[in-house]
């Protein structure tokens, strides 16, 4: 992006903006028009609409004869009006095309690395919708970080919320060639939270089709919403009403829990977390025990279940338990011992 001053030749001011420039110009045209104005009404006494109408033809370079015969002092002040205003109307048209031409021209070619950004995408997050939700997602989705794209019907919408320079697509996101664009067939996960049940089951009907290996998160607004969106091919489905109820009704009933869980999830908490780690083949942890693995005593972290390949969920696993490729464990600890437990380098490739 060009600064300001760069591209201005008079240099009105260290850090002026071209918008600044564009009414220094129109001041100055209208003080202009002002005195060119006075000045035929002063020295050859004409009326007031004779003398605008002839610093209009002058100052427009129309070339029209004269309201009327103008004398010596006349001829002198037309030469002085259209060598200071001919230059400023001149300028005053290239602020405002300039001001244009870059504007278009900054747009386009922003697009263009947005849109080569989000075709570069692979195994990523599509978020449809940047509502309230679709904001909590994102932020949440940011602090990982995890590679996203946010489809939005509503511009304004994103430019309003979005500080963070996310990658967005200003489109319908029930639309299959916004999906595409979005990169669905190389997406890892979609997340379908329009404001709709109706739009978010044709969204989830559409990229269920464009990619069969898509997992699909839909939110649903109404009661037998959730199982309209299965059937349309939702991986899981969530209420936020529904949950919202039941995380109120915790904090009545077991608040101490609840301040537990929201210390363990949350993504601000710096004191410790709940994650899960994915067990890839060639890992140092594939194959062993739970007590060989140690990781209480090397990191501080404690399993608390461990997810199978097949699907099943074993709660407080025994030390005996192996674990194997595919399994995917469920800890609590400290953030800096879990990412060190995420580290590749460390723990498989």
Not at 157 to 183: C, P, R, S, V
Request: aromatic share 6%; charged share 25%.
């Amino acid at each position: 992006m060009l600064h300001s001053q760069k591209w201005n030749p008079f240099r009105l001011g260290h850090r002026s903006s071209p918008a600044a420039h564009l009414r220094y110009a129109i001041c100055g045209l209208v003080i202009i028009f002002l005195a060119g104005t006075m000045g035929y009404r002063l020295i050859e006494g004409w009326s007031f609409l004779d003398s605008f109408y002839m610093t209009v033809i002058t100052l427009t370079t129309v070339g029209y004869n004269e309201v009327q015969q103008i004398d010596v002092k006349g001829k002198i002040f037309t030469i002085l009006l259209i060598i200071t205003g001919v230059g400023t109307v001149a300028y005053l048209v290239g602020i405002f095309s300039r001001i244009i031409i870059e504007g278009e021209l900054r747009e386009i070619l922003g697009r263009r690395r947005l849109e080569k950004k989000i075709q570069k995408m692979k195994d990523h997050y599509i978020i449809c919708g940047f509502g309230r939700i679709g904001k909590v997602i994102c932020l949440e989705l940011s602090t990982r970080p995890l590679p996203f794209v946010v489809i939005e019907k509503n511009l304004e919408t994103i430019e309003k919320n979005d500080k963070k320079d996310y990658l967005y697509l200003n489109g319908d996101a029930a639309l299959e060639e916004t999906l595409l664009e979005a990169g669905v067939k190389k997406a890892k996960g979609l997340v379908a939270c329009a404001s709709s049940d109706a739009d978010n089951l044709y969204i989830t009907l559409i990229a269920r089709e464009l990619n069969n290996n898509l997992f699909i998160l839909s939110r649903s607004e109404t009661e037998g919403g959730d199982r309209k969106l299965l059937w349309a091919g939702a991986n899981k489905v969530v209420s936020p009403h529904h949950i919202g109820g039941v995380r109120m009704a915790q904090a009545i009933l077991r608040p101490n829990v609840l301040d537990f869980i929201e210390i363990a999830t949350g993504s601000q908490s710096i004191e410790l977390q709940i994650e899960e780690i994915l067990i890839k083949e060639g890992s140092p942890l594939a194959g062993v025990t739970i007590q060989m693995c140690d990781l209480r005593q090397q990191l501080g972290i404690i399993i608390i279940a461990v997810k199978k390949s097949s699907g099943s969920m074993v709660f407080d696993p025994s030390p005996e338990n192996a674990i194997e490729p595919g399994d995917v464990l469920i800890v609590v600890g400290e953030k800096e011992n879990l990412i060190k437990l995420q580290d590749k380098s460390v723990f498989g490739s």
